[in-house]
């Protein structure tokens, strides 16, 4: 065992391909996704030894890393430890939505969102798509608000998202300030320079929201994320209202690529990166984070370096991104500790790299207390599953044999609250620092998620968790043809054995935790079913009232 | 008493009112006193605010627009190529008012004429009175995080003062509203989703959609097959739990499943008559949501509501002449309309339709839109709402002139906490509740802006 991760260890470093900071490419779609090298599991501090996992932290690494444990992947991890598996995931191709997209059978103005599903169900490269779903809630573009008719636009940028998952940070911001789709999204697309006598001044929306939310947040913050205090207990902010006057005046002169004028133009191409005119840009002088000066007289490209890598080198980035990316996959209420070991290596890897997306997702799940955090705060770790993930894990774990050409659940955010790149504003669908009423906000704690959960979603969500396993499922004869029917090929042969049965369903969907009552609620609906014929039906009762529970909600 | 209206018994029974203990003049916080036939009939009585929140910014000085030359010019030449010309507005209390209202909005002008809408000018988030000098000196207390959205939407829903607040205002008025009923829940609804305004320490609105309580499929408990699949699924989400998120997750399923079913019986009589709202308008259909409620309101066994309903797209950054029409077509068609349901229902002065949004907009365009602002001009609707007047002072609109802080931003004359507490004592609060909700009221001399009869 050991021997053979040593030779994949050094082959992985032999494979090493790196990607510099600051490379600026102004063609997209050209780029070949990085693959990650393979990294040192002591990269993080208080690292969780790496050792073939005991299936319920399978599981748990499983619900962290994916968008839903599937048994081949927790029996692959007993049998060989958590580094492995994700340097594997990190090595796996990328699947970019827009293939999906091109391959998609018919192309209603939303289909990207079906692609989306089929992708998180059955990609193969499931822990870069859990990452990109998370940068889409930080680095945030929506649907809403105009761009609902452009979806390759739309699918293009979920790709940039893709591409540098386990790339470097700097190059992620670059792109995302560069697309279309977001020049459109916060207006920066046609921002230009200071018109005094008409009174047009630069539009500060991408100044304000590049800082405020995609990567350093509005209060200076300590390396653990915690607020840096002034004698009076108040947050310091880390900009004011004249940075942002200064790169809005630098986010100046950039249209579509292939914009025929500046003001106006008719050629819209929402998937190149967008290109600078000149004569649009602000050429003055300007101020940007920490006092850092920028001559007059630089080219839009020029200073849109010199400004992202201003905001890139501002501390804040590490923990204000770092705690995060946690939030989003491991735990919302993180321990100082964990944020600032995670943080720690953002800011710099083993390979002296600040802003590897790679050695920070890969700090995050193995750091101790992704591995343990549910045994040093048990009643408190762990955070609530989004509404699209309960319905991506209930479709993964009965891996379904194919997905219909004509499914169709696109119009999901009308049920559940909640769709990729459909969020209601740049402020995505929660913000990390909602606090649910209650015992929740009595302790202090954060659940962002369940500022969508309310009266209306839940019951939207256990219905449509009902009409995906109780009436779709492969032993049902009049399933339609737009539903994707869970296989109960496997649950069906324990059946007859109703202690396997439940064994088995309690690892899937629960990672071996269930409750004795639970168990015995189980048992009693089962029974009831008990008519001749009844076993698929009695499966299905098993499975929806296990999905349902307030147990299956919650990931821990 | 349900038989007269509220304004006509005000102003013809002045000494029953005094004998009643209600003051007309003076004071005008004084609170409320219980115990004879007046004050019997009107804590019987039914009042509900209705919040509509306008998402990202509402241009009010492009809603409400001087018509006055010199004022209108001023305007026109901050704002270039997005000015209102006069082609664009009508004009209100028959040319009278030196506001008119866009001309898309103008479902909204009977309303003012008769007296049932009020605007209050040049309103936002203050903490204190703040003058231009006292602002560009940073010589008081400022809202934090002017001109951004996420901040200044939460401010205007808690209105707690500078430091990170954890409650709305709306949430801490439930705390004396549900002292007018038996009931601990459903005096606080949204259309919107959870929000600030409504959220509290211990405190959520009930959150429904506009066709209506959602219900449960495959769950009845009534019918043969689905019944022990329902019993299951109560005794699960009854069960013991200690994870504070699981728990959490149960108490809003047990919640959902017990107020669902209610609701659901109470609305089921009302559809024939809320059949008509405006087609294409979501607006309208969540204010027609909020009819019904407000129809199954006795049903129910309520006596005071706070509604929350918001309408998006205010953040006009650009396409503003394009866009902007549109919106206000929307809100005034939504409100014209829920309105005339509450004069179906016979509710006009029990219910105040108020809207706020997270700021105004720029004086100065950025070619074509406008950026955040600060001042902002706001409506008031409902049979108690002393109507067709101006509240508050009008600013310059002027981008050089008096008002203009910076990059055209007005610094606002009234404060949203002034508004607040307006409302919050219409609806039935005492002085010492309004302080307790609002605590930096006591920084203004006026607590009361007058556009409510109470």
């Not at chain 1, 990294?39 to 005991?54: F, I, M, Q, S």
């Not at chain 1, 091109?102 to 193969?124: D, G, L």
């Amino acid at each position: 065992m050991n021997l053979f991760r040593s030779v994949l260890i050094m082959t992985s470093i032999w494979l090493t391909v790196g990607c510099a900071p600051g490379d600026s490419t102004s063609d997209l779609s050209n780029q070949e996704p990085a693959f990650a090298p393979a990294l040192p599991t002591t990269e993080v501090a208080h690292a969780a030894p790496d050792n073939p996992l005991l299936q319920k932290d399978a599981f748990r690494l499983l619900e962290q890393a994916t968008f839903g444990p599937v048994l081949k992947d927790i029996v692959a991890l007993g049998v060989s430890g958590p580094e492995f598996w994700i340097n594997k995931q990190m090595q796996t191709p990328a699947t970019f939505l827009s293939d999906g997209l091109a391959a998609a059978s018919s192309q209603p103005w939303n289909e990207y969102i079906n692609v989306w599903w089929r992708h998180a169900i059955t990609a193969e490269d499931q822990l870069r798509q859990r990452v990109a779903f998370a940068l889409s809630q930080i680095l945030v573009v929506s649907a809403d608000d105009g761009l609902g008719d452009e979806q390759m636009g739309l699918t293009n940028y979920y790709d940039i998202l893709l591409r540098h998952s386990f790339g470097n940070f700097r190059d992620l911001l670059h792109d995302v300030t560069l697309s279309p789709i977001m020049g459109e999204y916060l207006s920066l697309k046609g921002n230009q320079k200071s018109d005094p006598e008409k009174n047009i001044q630069p539009d500060e929306n991408y100044a304000r929201e590049v800082l405020q939310l995609f990567s350093i947040g509005q209060v200076i913050l300590n390396d653990d994320a915690s607020p840096v205090l002034d004698q009076d207990g108040v947050p310091l902010p880390a900009y004011n209202q004249t940075t942002i006057e200064n790169f809005a005046r630098v986010f100046t002169g950039w249209h579509f690529a292939n914009a025929e004028h500046f003001v106006w133009p008719e050629n819209k191409d929402y998937i190149s990166a967008m290109q600078p005119w000149e004569q649009y840009h602000d050429q003055g002088p300007k101020t940007l984070l920490n006092n850092v000066e920028v001559a007059a007289g630089l080219g839009a490209q020029d200073e849109l370096n010199i400004a992202l890598d201003n905001i890139f080198n501002h501390p804040n980035v590490g923990p204000f991104i770092s705690k995060q990316l946690i939030q989003r996959l491991v735990t919302s209420n993180p321990t100082k500790e964990y944020v600032r070991d995670v943080a720690q290596v953002f800011n710099k890897n083993h390979a002296g790299e600040r802003g590897s997306l790679a050695s920070t997702i890969k700090a995050i799940l193995m750091h101790r207390e992704a591995r343990f955090g549910h045994i040093d705060s048990p009643d408190t770790f762990g955070k609530l599953k989004e509404p699209l993930i309960r319905m991506t894990q209930i479709w993964r774990a009965f891996e379904p044999l194919s997905i219909p050409s004509a499914f169709n659940y696109s119009w999901v955010e009308s049920e559940m609250g909640q769709a990729p790149l459909n969020s209601p504003s740049v402020f995505n669908f929660f913000r990390p620092t909602f606090s649910q009423p209650g015992e929740i906000r009595d302790r202090g704690l954060v659940s962002p998620e369940f500022q969508i959960m309310d009266e209306t979603s839940i019951i939207k969500i256990t219905n449509r968790l009902l009409a995906s396993t109780i009436w779709s499922h492969n032993f049902k004869h009049d399933s339609e043809g737009k539903r994707i029917a869970i296989d109960i090929t496997k649950e069906m042969e324990l059946e007859p054995d109703r202690k396997a049965l439940l064994d088995h369903l309690d690892l899937l969907l629960l990672g071996g935790e269930m409750s004795p009552e639970l168990r015995r609620e189980i048992n009693q609906l089962m029974d009831s079913r008990d008519y001749p014929l009844a076993a698929s039906q009695r499966v299905v009762e098993a499975i929806f009232l296990i999905a349902s529970s307030p147990e299956a909600a919650l990931q821990r | 008493m349900n038989t007269f209206s509220r304004r006509r018994f005000l102003k013809t029974g002045s000494q029953t009112i005094a004998g009643a203990g209600l003051a007309l003049s003076g004071n005008p916080l004084k609170a409320l006193a219980y115990g004879d036939d007046t004050t019997q009939a009107l804590g019987d009585s039914y009042r509900a605010l209705v919040c509509i929140y306008l998402e990202g910014g509402c241009d009010g000085f492009s809603l409400m627009v001087p018509t006055g030359s010199y004022e209108n010019l001023a305007f026109a030449e901050s704002r270039g190529e997005l000015a209102v010309g006069y082609d664009q507005i009508i004009s209100l209390n028959g040319g009278a008012s030196p506001i008119g209202i866009h001309s898309s909005a103008a479902a909204l002008q009977p309303l003012y004429d008769e007296g049932r809408l009020a605007m209050i000018a040049n309103i936002g988030t203050l903490i204190e009175p703040t003058t231009v000098e006292q602002y560009q000196n940073n010589a008081v207390a400022l809202p934090a995080q002017l001109f951004s959205h996420s901040d200044q939407a939460t401010q205007w829903q808690q209105l707690q003062g500078r430091g990170t607040a954890t409650t709305g205002w709306g949430a801490k008025a439930v705390d004396y509203l549900e002292s007018y009923h038996d009931k601990d829940y459903l005096t606080s609804i949204s259309l919107a989703g959870s929000n600030y305004w409504q959220t509290g320490a211990t405190r959520r609105p009930f959150s429904m959609t506009e066709t209506g309580a959602t219900s449960y499929q495959g769950m009845d408990r009534y019918e043969n097959w689905q019944q022990p699949r329902a019993e299951a699924f109560q005794r699960v989400v009854d069960l013991p739990r200690r994870h504070v998120i699981s728990k959490a997750y149960a108490d809003l399923q047990k919640r959902a499943m017990s107020v669902t079913t209610e609701l659901g019986l109470a609305l089921e009589g009302n559809a024939a008559m809320f059949d008509d709202a405006p087609a294409e308008n979501p607006l309208a259909e969540k204010l027609n949501m909020v009819a019904q409620i407000i129809a199954a309101k006795d049903t129910l066994g309520l006596k005071r509501q706070i509604f929350y309903v918001t309408m998006g797209g205010f953040d006009v950054h650009d396409n503003q002449s394009k866009d902007q029409p549109l919106l206000f077509a929307q809100l005034a068609d939504a409100m014209s309309y829920f309105q005339r349901k509450m004069d179906d229902l016979g509710q006009s002065e029990n219910v105040t339709t108020f809207t706020a949004s997270d700021f105004g907009r720029s004086l100065l365009s950025n070619g074509d839109g406008t950026d955040h602002g600060w001042g902002n001009h706001l409506m008031a609707m409902g049979g108690a709402v002393n109507g067709g007047q101006i509240y508050g002072t009008l600013p310059s609109l002027d981008i050089n002139g008096a008002d203009s802080v910076h990059r055209g931003r007005v610094l606002p004359t009234l404060s949203a906490t002034q508004y607040a507490a307006t409302l919050l004592e219409w609806i039935g609060l005492q002085e010492n509740q309004i302080n307790e909700v609002l605590p930096t009221l006591r920084n203004f001399d006026i607590k009361n802006l007058d556009f409510l009869i109470v």
